[in-house]
């Protein structure tokens, strides 16, 4: 079983960059499809960017386009994601999360998820 373990939040000041890790145990990284979601106090969990198998295909939260880049190391079974630009509004909680089979925006079309990393955003 495939274990998820995200690292790089911390405090930044608006306008700053950070880049959030997310490591995977096991030797079968490479077949799952990843994605990185949010959520902050009081609200539910929100996708912000998913990546394919490949690294090929990708997908963004509109409130992701243009500032964030999801990559991914499938040698270094590591996702990243490169956050620019950053504002007090992207404070949250930020998770990983993979599964073999789906892809996609929705929390559901996960089954693995890691423990989350803390993103805060200074005004």
């Known amino acids: 079983q495939v274990q998820l373990v995200e690292s790089g939040g911390g405090l930044v000041q608006a306008g700053g960059s950070l880049r959030l890790s997310c490591v995977a145990s096991?030797?079968?990284?490479?077949?799952?499809?990843m994605g990185w979601f949010r959520q902050a106090p009081g609200k539910e969990r929100e996708f912000v960017a998913a990546i394919n198998w490949s690294g090929v295909t990708t997908y963004y939260a509109d409130s992701a386009k243009g500032r964030f880049a999801i990559s991914r190391d499938n040698a270094k079974n590591t996702m990243y994601l490169q956050m620019n630009s950053l504002k007090p509004e992207d404070s949250a909680v930020y998770y990983c999360?993979?599964?073999?089979?789906?892809?996609?925006?929705?929390?559901?079309?996960?089954?693995?998820w890691g423990q989350g990393t803390q993103v805060t955003v200074s005004s």
């Open positions: 096991g030797r079968t990284f490479g077949n799952y499809a």
């Open positions: 999360a993979g599964d073999r089979f789906r892809f996609g925006r929705r929390p559901s079309n996960y089954d693995l």
